[in-house]
């Protein structure tokens, strides 16, 4: 593609394009012209390109009921040419598919673990922030929080929670008391995660924020980063979007110090799921000691073993690091 003065010489579109005087501008974006395609002219696409379809009516009750679309985040690495699309030798459908059950399995583990998660920190911000500002609408002072934009925003999200709800506790208090907002137990029973997460990123630093952190065994900074990491993860779960080799567009700050056993394997990708399973079994360890994270997750990686774990920031020796051999166990002070 070249440019004559300040016209194209050819239909390619939406790319930088340098004229003869050196200068560079972006020519309009091209229509979309892909015609929409049946569940058996997929099928028959897939072939083409090279895939291996053994058992057509099973791929066809896979597509009519997942979506091609839906599925392609799963065909591209297998493919050997991914311009034209053109797959790996001997690859099949049902490699296709064991990715997909694969990271399904996985949304389901993540997904309840940070269920567990989120009540527990819920717990904690309610019993430390209450009982330590002897405040139970402690949430309603701005004066408790840094940023004034951000708490307007929060309270004005929070009412519109308590108006929705239909649950007899929030009924009863509206019916029975005067307050405009309930106390912190009663509201934080319906803010959602990510409201949870806000109320504490944007609170002072404080003697309860802090207490918060400590019982988790992190700092201020690093627990903030981590609930609001577990936010984003547990939407993505939620909405049954690829979560296997994603790229987090929220990277999860690594601790320099921590009050447990903590990863020991250096140079981690902070933008990959393997970081996220280690902050989600850091917390179960200290939520539920006897809980079976660690065994199954290793466990889901045995039923896959054709799980590429490097794209998901998995290190090669990761099973021998001492964090993944059992609960994580509080640090011993130094004397």
Same mark, same amino acid.
């Not at 939406?14 to 099928?43: A, R």
């Not at 065994?217 to 627990?223: A, F, L, S």
């Not at 909405?239 to 567009?249: F, G, T």
């Given at each position: ?30 229509? !979309?012209?892909? *015609? ?7 099928? $028959?696409? #897939?072939?083409?390109?090279? &895939?291996? =379809? ?122 029975? !008391?005067?307050? *405009? ?7 934080? $029973?319906? #803010?959602?995660?990510?409201? &949870?997460? =806000? ?137």
């Amino acid at each position: 593609m070249y440019i004559i003065g300040n016209k194209p010489a050819g239909p390619l579109s939406g790319f930088p394009i340098c004229t003869l005087g050196g200068s560079f501008f972006t020519m309009n974006k091209q229509p !979309y012209t892909k *015609p929409p395609l049946s569940v058996q002219e997929h099928i $028959e696409l #897939l072939k083409s390109r090279g &895939l291996h =379809i053994t058992d057509e009516e099973r791929a066809i009750r896979y597509l009519q009921n997942i979506s091609y679309y839906h599925l392609s985040g799963y065909m591209f690495p297998f493919l050997a040419d991914k311009k034209q699309h053109r797959y790996k030798p001997n690859s099949s459908f049902t490699d296709i598919i064991n990715l997909y059950l694969f990271d399904r399995e996985l949304r389901v583990l993540t997904f309840s673990s940070i269920e567990k998660i989120e009540i527990a920190i819920r717990a904690q911000i309610t019993n430390h922030f209450a009982i330590e500002t002897k405040n139970p609408f402690w949430y309603t002072d701005i004066n408790n929080f840094s940023v004034s934009t951000e708490h307007k925003d929060f309270l004005k999200n929070t009412s519109t929670a308590i108006k929705r709800s239909t649950d007899v506790f929030i009924k009863h208090f509206t019916d029975t !008391y005067s307050d *405009p907002y309930p106390p912190i137990w009663i509201v934080s $029973e319906v #803010l959602s995660m990510g409201q &949870l997460s =806000i109320l504490y990123h944007i609170a002072k630093r404080s003697a309860p924020r802090k207490a918060v952190a400590k019982h988790f065994g992190v700092k201020e900074p690093i627990m903030a980063n981590w609930l609001h990491t577990l936010v984003y993860v547990r939407n993505i779960c939620a909405h049954h979007a690829r979560l296997w080799n994603k790229s987090l567009r929220i990277p999860v700050k690594l601790p320099k110090v921590t009050d447990r056993t903590w990863l020991s394997s250096p140079n981690l990708s902070n933008d990959k799921i393997y970081i996220v399973l280690a902050v989600i079994a850091y917390f179960l360890d200290i939520i539920t000691p006897s809980n079976t994270f660690h065994d199954k997750l290793k466990n889901l990686l045995s039923k896959y073993p054709n799980v590429d774990t490097s794209v998901m920031g998995f290190p090669k020796d990761w099973k021998n690091d001492p964090f993944w051999s059992g609960i994580s166990k509080p640090i011993a002070p130094q004397s």
